[in-house]
């Protein structure tokens, strides 16, 4: 009699753990269909004790104020003609949005910050997202309350961006580690240590004259193009308030 209530509770048991591994099935088939949104927003609920203050909101917003001397210089020799001519994005103060980084992951492969907010804030993909010091990233996709950024450190980033002082375009492209790749299609490039590097006025997905970073280093010539690292002026480390630009197509 007691074999046979033992294997009784052991058949039990053993359904059972069947129905917890199956309910664990169904939550990963979900968490894979929904890309992870029900996780992120997850997250959100419990890190909101942990979100920076409003004081250091304060002072960022500040410190953005002196960017726009920077901005200033770089839209006096703006071709505002070309921009007009071609229909490209712009952007406005009424169209930012305010947004703390509530998780981040900057030292790996796949650099990228999560933001506390999403799509019922009107966070579309695409948008770009600037710190103090310039532009940190475009938003790759959104859940209802939060947002993820790819930043420009990641190898899944490209950007057009503009050298003011030889008057070029260029391909901004991230390489995994702290410094993008800049990639100009000319080997006769005058390009020089510290020159200054913003988005492109040609650029079909950023708003133009965001500051973006300096030259650090040149590489050597190859065939038809010349590359170099860039120095962000922007750091994803140390920011906790960001700015999501809306832009007009």
Not at 57 to 81: F, H, P, T, W
Not at 213 to 221: A, L, M, N, Q, T
Request: one cysteine or more; aromatic letters at 10%; proline letters at 4%.
């Amino acid at each position: 009699m007691l074999n046979n209530r033992r294997i009784s509770t052991n058949r039990w048991w053993h359904k059972k753990k069947n129905w917890i591994f199956f309910a664990i099935f169904l939550f990963l088939v979900f968490v894979r269909i929904s890309k992870g949104s029900l996780y992120k927003d997850f997250y959100y609920f419990i890190s909101k004790p942990f979100w920076p203050g409003q004081f250091q909101k304060e002072v960022i917003l500040q410190s953005s104020e002196q960017e726009s001397l920077i901005k200033l210089n770089l839209l006096k020799s703006d071709n505002k003609r070309l921009r007009e001519i071609l229909n490209l994005q712009e952007s406005s103060n009424s169209n930012t949005i305010s947004a703390a980084v509530i998780s981040r992951k900057t030292g790996s492969w796949w650099r990228q910050i999560t933001l506390n907010k999403g799509s019922k804030d009107g966070v579309e993909i695409g948008s770009c997202v600037i710190g103090p010091g310039g532009l940190l990233g475009r938003v790759s996709s959104t859940s209802f309350f939060t947002s993820s950024v790819i930043l420009l450190t990641s190898p899944e980033s490209k950007v057009g961006i503009w050298l003011d002082r030889i008057q070029m375009n260029g391909l901004l492209i991230g390489s995994g580690d702290s410094y993008p790749n800049l990639v100009l299609y000319s080997k006769d490039a005058d390009i020089k240590v510290g020159d200054f590097v913003s988005s492109s006025p040609a650029s079909t997905l950023l708003p133009p004259n965001i500051p973006i970073g300096i030259v650090k280093s040149i590489d050597k010539p190859l065939k038809a193009k010349k590359t170099a690292k860039i120095l962000l002026l922007a750091k994803p480390q140390v920011i906790d308030w960001v700015q999501i630009l809306k832009a007009k197509i």
